[in-house]
């Protein structure tokens, strides 16, 4: 099974909204801010993503994890949309933000690690910051291949996951090594308290051997560094603007390399 405390935190807080009008998820998560390098990447991530799902169009995917937060720009591709995840706050709140959707749009309690959908059943499947909150690497794997198992022969994988080695981010690669040190991890959570979620991003190359069995596989960059946890390279300053505008020249020629290097990585593969 996935990780109780992942759901009893956006049982309780994550899809909770606070003062800022937000969800405690949107606050950790969200955008922070928005300069032209961050749209220019984000919108070529999806024109990527979209393409890759071009003859797709019309079908039906499955979201794993939506959360409160389910991908609108989904509904604009696929003709059918079911949003999963095992956060029944979570739900709520999605069904509410879809609410105008509800002829071609349905909301579903489902673990992700034993997913209640028969074999085949999806076109597309789609999975967005949901699989580095399950805290065991077996169980992350589990959660792999129901995504698997669930999409029909030809339909595609897209993961969106987090990388614990981006160069970019020297800062947050360093946390994850301390992360991944027993001594070091028991020292850290001595000093600053356990983590309210867990958070376990397995190495890129991890993700990619687990979609072994699947076809055309490619990973670009999903590198948007603009949430609370990643502002230490922010495009708005002087030599945050340098960098990303390196990167976003890398990720236009070379976007697999870009994802060795940014904070995120968008795993496709097709079944
Ligand atoms: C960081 S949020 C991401 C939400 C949304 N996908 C997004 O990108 O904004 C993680 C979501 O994954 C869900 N989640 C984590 N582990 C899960 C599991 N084992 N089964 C189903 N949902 C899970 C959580 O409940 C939460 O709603």
Redesign the pocket.
Known sequence: ???QG??EF?DSE??HKIETGNTV?GDL?GVKEDGPLRQAMFGRMWRRMRDYVAHEAGGHVL???????P?ARLLDHFGQYTG????LT?LDVARDRFAAFTDCAEFVE????ALPFADAQFDTVY????LY??EDPA?QAR?MSEMMRVLRPGGSLIL?IANPRPILFPVRAAIRIVAETPVLKTLARRIKGPSPIPYNPQKLRWYQAQCAALSDLQMISGGIASTKFNQSVTELSGVGKAIWTAFDRLDRHAPTAAARMGNYAVIMGRK
């Open positions: 099974m996935g990780t992942t759901k956006y994550g899809w998820d998560f979201e794993v994890g939506c959360g409160g937060s991908e999963s995840d095992f956060s979570g489902a673990d992700a690690v999975s967005a910051h949901m909150h399950i169980a959660a969106s």
